[in-house]
């Protein structure tokens, strides 16, 4: 089937591929900023870990039940301006001012206060984030019908989306940096004037200083996610709604039958098996990462830097970068190319594999013995004098515009091979959303054909993502109990080498472990491109279109 041409009208436009692709990067964005931002309610606002948890765990169960609600309301909608676009609009508006008050606390405040102000406002914002993200995965399933075009725009929007996690890892930088955030002058005083000294005066310093961080980064990161949120319901177009059948009435007065019907459509969507294999293999795959997604960064500070933070510098966030870098431009293009040549079931077991060499390779990408004698090599002192050369010649300009943290420092040499695993875990996650959007668009179709009218894109949606954040949920915790496994001590200046060997150790196992069992629940996944050919067809036909 790969010789199939996809039919023109069937081919979405580039302007329409790229507004799609700014909606992935805000969806991938506030979720990977609010990770960061959350870390300094305990460093920077006083935070109590357990309360921090209760802040981070609590909103997760209210946005459980707001998903398919949204789902299920844009499913039904009827609109001259489409079942999705008037709530992405709103929904991306509401989603980068929310954003940003939300982290508008003050470290003065009691942490009562700010407890409850950030529980209140998690829940609205929630609601706004809700009402983007959800039709906004439904628009995506429903703007090509072609099993190949859905392919190539979820690759399109993905790749997009990754320069979110290019930035990201920087945060953690920027945020610490007190050329890029300065405290404010009467705050500086008033530290002044407490007499404080030693570490006292260090640590109160240190907090005002991510509190300010924190407070104007969130401001920007929201008016970036409001505009370029607002792009896919200006460009983007999803299937014509003006004639589908059997939508239910969305009002206060039947809102006792459309809890019902809800219901009856998650019910419905539960019993399709291909759907209920994506939700299997992606729960899998990406909680296996998540769970162990801190590692590196522990593994790099504690075990190659013996808890030097100092001496580990930016390699942790340069190490996030990279992975982004080569997933967006280097894994998802040939994972779609994969997929358009021998099937999209092969793309996943072939990409999910490698992705399996890859976590195997960083025993010895982390090992500090090998990167001591890659160093020494003639290729080692090569590479390094090629990036002190670099670093030379643009430190002057990154000075000049206050960049001064992006730099690396490798005056004695870096830790290189622990770029070695990236080209090949990149496979995993790269590989995972690049096809399961695309799968589950055509099982859409599947369910459209066995359960008729009205399309369940957005109940789908918001399902499948549904599973994700519950998975996400259960991957924190049980990433936090394995470091208490592992003897980690978080309070400690450096940890045994048995804790750190039994840490790298679960950072290999765990992940390779969840993504052999996915290709598993993957290896007779029945709906290849011949049989959703065969169904978009009959769903042609059924529908009397030309």
């Not at 994969?338 to 793309?347: F, L, P, T, V």
């Not at 599947?446 to 369940?456: A, T």
């Not at 993504?515 to 029945?526: D, F, G, L």
């Amino acid at each position: 089937m790969e010789n199939f041409v996809t039919p023109v009208k069937d081919k979405v436009p580039f302007l329409q591929k790229t507004a799609f692709g700014s909606g992935h990067l805000v969806l991938n964005l506030l979720p990977g900023a609010l990770a960061v931002f959350m870390f300094f309610l305990v460093t920077a606002f006083g935070m109590d870990p357990f309360l921090a948890g209760l802040l981070g765990g609590l909103p997760r169960i209210f946005d459980a039940i707001t998903d398919p609600v949204m789902g299920f309301i844009s499913d039904n909608t009827k609109s001259k301006f489409g079942r999705r676009r008037p709530y992405i609009l709103i929904g991306a508006i509401l989603s980068g001012i929310l954003f940003a008050l939300l982290f508008q606390l003050n470290e003065d405040n009691s942490v009562m206060f700010n407890f409850w102000y950030f529980l209140v406002m998690s829940l609205v914002f929630l609601v706004g984030n809700t009402m983007f993200a959800t039709p906004l995965v439904g628009l995506g399933y429903e703007m090509t019908s072609d099993y190949n075009e859905r392919t190539r725009l979820m690759a399109f929007a993905n790749v997009v989306g990754q320069v979110a996690w290019m930035l990201v890892p920087w945060f953690w930088v920027v945020i610490a940096d007190p050329t890029v955030f300065p405290i404010p002058e009467e705050t500086l005083i008033a530290i002044g004037e407490m007499g404080l000294t030693g570490d006292e005066l260090q640590k109160i310093t240190t907090e005002k200083l991510q509190a300010t961080g924190v407070r104007k980064l969130s401001i920007g990161v929201g008016l970036v996610c409001a505009v370029l949120g607002i792009l896919p319901a200006l460009f983007c177009k999803g299937m014509d709604a003006g004639k589908m059948e059997n939508r239910k009435e969305i009002s206060v007065k039947t809102l006792g039958s459309s809890f019902k019907e809800l219901w009856y459509g998650i019910v419905q969507v539960s019993k399709n098996k291909p759907f209920m294999k994506l939700c299997g293999a992606t729960f899998l795959v990406f909680n296996g990462f998540q769970m162990v997604a801190s590692f590196s960064f522990f593994i790099i500070v504690f075990y190659i830097y013996n808890g030097d933070y100092g001496q580990a510098g930016t390699w942790p966030a340069w190490f996030a970068s990279l992975t982004a870098v080569i997933t967006a431009f280097m894994v998802i293009p040939i994972v779609s190319r994969i997929a358009n040549k021998w099937g999209k079931r092969k793309a996943f077991i072939i990409s999910t594999v490698i992705s399996i060499i890859g976590y195997i390779l960083k025993w010895w990408g982390f090992d500090n013995e090998l990167n001591a004698e890659f160093n020494q090599s003639e290729i080692g002192t090569g590479l390094n004098n090629f990036v002190v050369s670099i670093f030379d010649t643009i430190n002057p300009f990154l000075d000049s515009i206050g960049m001064s943290w992006f730099s690396m420092d490798v005056s004695q040499g870096g830790p290189w091979l622990m770029f070695l695993p990236i080209p090949f875990m990149a496979f995993g996650l790269g590989g995972l959303f690049t096809l399961m959007m695309s799968m589950t668009a055509d099982v859409c179709d599947l369910d459209e054909l066995e359960n008729g009218m009205p399309r369940k894109e957005g109940t789908f949606g918001a399902i499948y993502w549904w599973m994700v954040k519950l998975g996400q949920a259960i991957a924190l915790v049980l990433g936090g109990a394995i470091l208490t496994l592992v003897g980690f001590d978080e309070g400690a200046v450096t940890q045994t080498a048995e804790t750190m060997t039994n840490l790298r150790i679960a950072d290999i196992v765990i992940p390779a472990t969840t993504a052999a069992i996915a290709v598993w629940i993957m290896w007779k996944y029945s709906l290849n491109e011949k049989r959703a050919r065969k169904i978009k067809v009959e769903l042609v036909k059924r529908r009397g279109e030309l």
